[in-house]
């Protein structure tokens, strides 16, 4: 029951930028990432940007809320809060988020909600499409054994969600509330438990996903992990399922994690998403954050236009189509689906009028 389709992509919803950029025509992205924040509450285990640093670094609310407007003008649909930090340790997040709403933007956030504080929550949950919250196991030993974190931040998120469950019921929002467990060794045990915990306290959708390995991420303990012996889960967890309430077992994803294998040998997905630091550097390619092969340009120096159109973002997408590895890239990045699916559209095989 993936009616969001998180083990899949949504650019199929978007055809007319898709057929753009086929014919080689200019396109801004449709999705971008943001992190306000570099600094970081916890210290998880499996972190892929451990290398950033956790750096005590915000981004600047006036010159991001400047390129908001601009950038919803060029075309950028949606926005989604997370990074390289905990988005909710920027002071002024509330009036980012709702601003983005303002300049007709779709708002999300990936958060581990131990800041989501009642007020906060109602400040912002009237400008937010959905919300993920990370969360690493279904107890208090667990929880904060993944997240290095204390146990009563693990007691802290559950309020916080029930609280916000409450919010969105009472004013009629719209925001999806959603959970997100990576499997671990160490929780495998839990699922179960956190789909029904979930599930009780009004979720809209747990989503339980495989361990991809950063290339540049400090950690490596997870590397080797295989998932083939996890994949009985799926049959166990669908029994949670309801019309309000679905688990997202992520078996797409966690096959090709363990075989490692790619239709494609070029990346064609750069042109449709971005991510801006919380430095104001915009990257092509978040698997590459300190590559100034994939730097475009900062927020802070340049319009949001200047950057997309420039000199450097020209030089990086030819660099990447004529010699990027992409045996070097992310396992199971972010991007991956869109080029399965872009590889097809650019190399279609036999017999493909016959529909």
């Not at 972190?47 to 390129?67: H, N, P, S, T, W």
């Not at 949950?125 to 997240?147: C, E, L, N, P």
């Not at 992409?326 to 990045?333: D, F, L, M, P, V």
Request: aromatic share 12%; with cysteine; charged share 25%.
């Amino acid at each position: 029951m993936d009616k969001y389709r998180i083990d899949s992509h949504k650019l199929l919803y978007h055809v007319p930028r898709v057929n753009d950029w086929l014919n080689s025509k200019l396109v801004y992205p449709i999705y971008m990432e943001v992190s306000p924040s570099g600094s970081c509450n916890h210290r998880c285990t499996f972190c892929a940007l451990d290398f950033m640093g956790y750096q005590k670094r915000y981004l600047d609310a006036a010159v991001l809320i400047e390129r908001l407007s601009e950038m919803g003008n060029l075309g950028l649909k949606s926005i989604m809060y997370g990074g390289e930090g905990e988005p909710l340790m920027h002071k002024q997040i509330a009036e980012i988020i709702n601003y983005t709403k303002k300049c007709g933007l779709d708002v999300a956030l990936t958060t581990n909600a131990v800041l989501l504080s009642e007020s906060l929550t109602e400040e912002i949950f009237g400008s937010m499409d959905w919300m993920k919250v990370s969360i690493g196991g279904a107890t208090r030993a667990t929880y904060a054994k993944i997240h290095r974190a204390k146990p009563d931040d693990f007691d802290t998120v559950i309020n916080n969600l029930s609280y916000a469950v409450r919010i969105k019921r009472e004013k009629g929002y719209k925001c999806t509330l959603g959970m997100q467990i990576l499997l671990l060794p160490e929780n495998r045990h839990e699922i179960i438990p956190l789909a029904e915990m979930a599930r009780d306290i009004g979720m809209d959708y747990l989503v339980v996903k495989p361990y991809s390995q950063h290339p540049l991420s400090k950690t490596e303990r997870y590397k080797d992990i295989k998932y083939n012996e996890y994949l009985n889960l799926s049959d166990l967890l669908s029994k949670f399922n309801t019309k309000d309430f679905s688990v997202i077992f992520r078996m797409h994803t966690m096959k090709k994690w363990d075989e490692n294998m790619k239709n494609y040998t070029h990346c064609f997905a750069l042109p449709f998403w971005s991510y801006i630091d919380s430095g104001g550097n915009v990257w092509g390619c978040s698997a590459y954050l300190d590559d100034e092969r994939f730097l475009y340009g900062n927020i802070y120096k340049n319009s949001f236009r200047d950057i997309w159109e420039g000199e450097k973002r020209r030089y990086s997408l030819e660099w990447v189509e004529k010699e990027l590895d992409i045996k070097q890239c992310r396992a199971n990045c972010r991007m991956d689906e869109i080029n399965r699916y872009l590889w097809d559209l650019k190399h279609p095989h036999e017999h493909v009028n016959f529909i």
